[in-house]
């Protein structure tokens, strides 16, 4: 497997961008080691409710007369369309290390609606060769590490292997 990775991991809002790093020293450095690279956050994505709407207003409204009047104040579609710009972003930073690098495989990580949107946005973005690969998994909180090894047990990533001895 090459170690010409980049790995994305996003979860509410936030989007971390690793790079699969050989060790320095392998003789005395375990590795590959996941990098960190970038970071691509949004204030409007995972924010709801009050904190993204400073008058909530939910159910039905009344009119002077006493009649009920329902409404729709396009919440979810705005809500949509955060995630959607979220997503292009962290498309676009990921295209951009890939490009730069000359990275071979992009492994994205992120959960259920989040990875819909990311799939969409990656979709045709990167040049003939640059694979990707994806994992439904909120790995957000974890260190590089947890999630190194979380995606080598998924074969989505090679184990860290300990320091190389030198023959005598």
């Known amino acids: 497997m090459s170690n010409s990775s980049c790995v994305v991991v996003c979860a509410g809002g936030n989007a971390r961008l690793f790079t699969l790093e050989p060790a320095e020293l392998p003789e005395l450095e375990s590795g590959p080691n996941l990098v960190a690279c970038g970071e ?15 008058d909530l207003k939910t159910g039905r409204n009344r009119s ?15 809500a949509e369309e955060y995630d959607r710009r979220f997503a292009q972003e962290v498309a676009e ?3 951009r290390l890939v490009d730069s690098r000359q990275l071979g495989r992009v492994v994205l990580v992120a959960h259920g609606h989040c990875l819909a949107h990311l799939r969409q946005a990656f979709h045709g973005r990167f040049r003939n060769g640059t694979s990707v690969a994806e994992l439904s998994k909120d790995l957000g909180k974890l260190k590089p590490l947890e999630i190194h090894a979380h995606l ?3 074969r989505l990533l090679p184990e860290r292997s300990g320091p190389r001895r030198l023959a005598s």
């Open 40 to 54: 691509v956050t949004s204030e409007e994505v995972g924010v709801h409710g009050a904190a993204l709407w400073s």
């Open 152 to 154: 080598a047990r998924e």
């Open 64 to 78: 002077p007369g006493g009649s009920a009047h329902g409404y729709d104040d396009h919440r979810d579609r705005h």
């Open 93 to 95: 930073q990921t295209r």
